[in-house]
């Protein structure tokens, strides 16, 4: 499944929209230091709703193309 993101530089998501069927355009307007990416959900992480997935993803861009990953147990 995949999820068109909004995010900034540090990784943080700011939205997503998720799609049964990625038809037509998907859009964010991102603004100063925010990006955008229509990026795989993590097979392990694919089970939770919406809400859930927003709240337990990061965006890893640092070393190349962006993805999805669980964040980090603090």
Known sequence: MKAHVLFDNEGHVAAMSHRKEPTGQWGFLAGPG???????IPAELAHLKPRDLHESLRVEHEHGSPRLVAKKKE
């Open 34 to 40: 925010q990006h955008t990416a229509t990026l795989e």
